[in-house]
């Protein structure tokens, strides 16, 4: 019983950590489309990739983009640390229950 439940959390402490990686990707993806967006604009007007990225990596936008990727990561990395705890709780469990 005390097995299936630490298999149960680790499993959902799992999804919830595929999930943190998820919006960590998709925060990521709004920083480098941002960046390609800036750099079609600035070229437009006959500016370098270089000033692009600094105006870029300078906006609020960018920041929270940023931002939004570091602190989804380290929810993942949280959860699926804690996961991998309760998967060796539920394994530890299941072989003392045989022995």
């Known amino acids: 019983m005390e097995e299936k439940a630490a ?5 959902e402490l799992s999804a919830k950590g595929f999930e943190a990686m998820k919006l960590a990707e998709e925060a990521a993806e ?17 500016l370098t990739q270089a000033d692009a990225d600094i105006r870029w990596a300078g906006t609020t936008q960018a920041k929270k983009a940023l931002s ?9 990395t949280m959860y699926q640390e804690a996961a991998a705890a309760q998967y060796a709780k539920a394994l530890y469990l299941n072989r003392a229950e045989t022995a």
Do not use: H, I, P, V
Request: aromatic share 16%; hydrophobic share 30%; charged share 25%.
């Open 7 to 11: 298999y149960t959390l680790a499993e």
């Open 30 to 46: 709004d920083f480098r489309s941002g960046k390609m967006l800036t750099r079609r604009q600035f070229k437009q007007r006959g």
């Open 68 to 76: 939004n990727n570091n602190w989804y990561m380290s929810q993942a």
